[in-house]
């Protein structure tokens, strides 16, 4: 059974860093590509960044660029998103998601609650 456990979230003030973490189990990475998605409050679910089986694939909401960076450790199962210089805007539950690339299909995280304070 797949599952995907975020951590990491917690108050941050505006300019300060974090680092996010997804702890994934029942799968192996290797044929898994992962994502960051998150959610402010009243608002859709927006992808934020996301990493391809190869480690040199990596894509970036035009938002998060340059401040946020994505990677992943195959050997601890884990996937990270270091945030730097983090906003107001950055405010809201992030989602790990990976996607079996044999299948297609998604699974998500629960989320942890990034908070930015002025």
């Known amino acids: 059974q797949v599952q995907l456990v975020e951590t990491g979230g917690r108050l941050v003030q505006a300019g300060g860093s974090l680092r996010l973490s997804c702890a994934a189990s029942?799968?192996?990475?290797?044929?898994?590509?992962f994502g960051w998605f998150r959610q402010a409050p009243g608002m859709e679910r927006e992808g934020v960044s996301c990493i391809s089986r190869s480690v040199g694939s990596t894509n970036y909401a035009d938002s998060v660029k340059g401040r946020f960076t994505i990677s992943r450790d195959n050997a601890k199962n884990t996937v990270y998103l270091q945030m730097n210089n983090v906003n107001l805007e950055d405010t809201g539950v992030y989602f790990c998601?990976?996607?079996?690339?044999?299948?297609?299909?998604?699974?998500w995280g629960q989320g942890t609650q990034v908070t930015v304070s002025s």
């Open positions: 029942g799968l192996t990475l290797d044929y898994y590509a």
């Open positions: 998601v990976a996607k079996d690339l044999r299948t297609n299909r998604d699974f």
